[in-house]
């Protein structure tokens, strides 16, 4: 029953919040720049806000674990400080590391390694939580790969019996859908690397205490691809180029290299087309973790 009310929770307060928040930015000019659009359209800075309160309330009604919601909610406070004052890379990988590997969970074999639960839980959620924070930028991408991979990975723990687990999965992309109609293009506002934070640290926190670490990471590997293109372009990457947009309206690619700047590569596009395309990749990869063997698993 908790559960289910959870999920009725996150939906309705995240629809009745939303819009209101939206607002209440405007009134205070609380905008940012949207760069990927010709002239000077803005956009609401942290509208994610109403999104991420209606979640943790959601998880912490339908009984998800206190330690996993705290954990959640420490990488948001990180996220809201980044937002404000800008960390450095260093912080922003070792700090979720840290707070992931206090998470209570067993080890993991990974490719036949047994690694410590500790050291597994700080790899695994930075991985996470930075890589939502990177493969971003553009009108509804974030928030659309977090519907997909949220629904996705409570098909698999509905499949596995897990029905808690299937319903927190549900209330996050509840709560994601109404963030998501002012995301996307043309967004009228932005996640905010709080936001993006709390996309990654949720997924991240909830999949291992329940042991869905595999399928969530078949579900980032438009993420890691991303994060390596990044990190083979590393020296153009910190000029901090970013796709221009030409006077059709098409993007073209920006300097570094990038998972989108690939696409663009290929073949100047919208913003609209580009995130419908990165999107029709996760659904890609969701469908194929069901049937890929799993590389991580608890130890026998």
């Excluded at 309330?57 to 339908?62: K, N, P």
């Amino acid at each position: 029953m908790w559960p289910v009310l959870g999920v009725i929770l996150a939906a309705t307060a995240s629809a009745l919040g939303t819009p209101y928040w939206i607002r209440l930015c405007k009134e205070r000019e609380f905008l940012a720049p949207d760069i990927h659009k010709a002239g000077r359209a803005t956009a609401v800075k942290v509208g994610s806000i109403p999104f991420i309160a209606a979640s943790l309330a959601a998880l912490g009604v339908s009984g998800e674990s206190s330690h996993v919601v705290a954990s959640i909610a420490a990488v948001v406070l990180l996220g809201i400080v980044d937002d404000l004052v800008s960390l450095g890379n260093l912080e922003k990988i070792v700090i979720p590391a840290l707070v992931m590997s206090t998470l209570p969970i067993g080890g993991r074999e990974v490719l036949g390694v047994l690694l410590p639960a500790p050291l597994w839980g700080a790899l695994f959620g930075t991985f996470v939580v930075n890589a939502s924070n990177t493969l971003a930028g553009f009108n509804g991408l974030e928030a659309g790969c977090f519907s997909i991979a949220s629904i996705f990975l409570a098909i698999h723990s509905a499949i596995s019996g897990d029905v808690s687990g299937s319903l927190a999965y549900v209330a996050l992309a509840g709560a994601c859908i109404p963030f998501l109609t002012v995301n996307w293009y043309p967004a009228k506002a932005f996640p905010g690397n709080c936001g993006t934070f709390f996309m990654g640290a949720s997924l991240a926190a909830i999949s291992i205490s329940r042991g869905a670490d595999w399928p969530l990471l078949i579900l980032y590997v438009p993420h890691g691809l991303d994060f390596t293109l990044k990190l083979l372009g590393w020296g153009k990457t910190k000029k901090k180029g970013r796709a221009s947009v030409g006077a059709d309206g098409k993007l073209h690619p920006p300097p570094h290299l990038s998972l989108a700047g690939l696409l663009l590569r290929i073949r100047p596009m919208s913003e609209e087309r580009l995130v419908t395309s990165l999107l029709a990749l996760e659904v890609a990869v969701g469908i194929a973790s069901f049937f890929l063997p799993p590389l991580v698993h608890a130890p026998a």
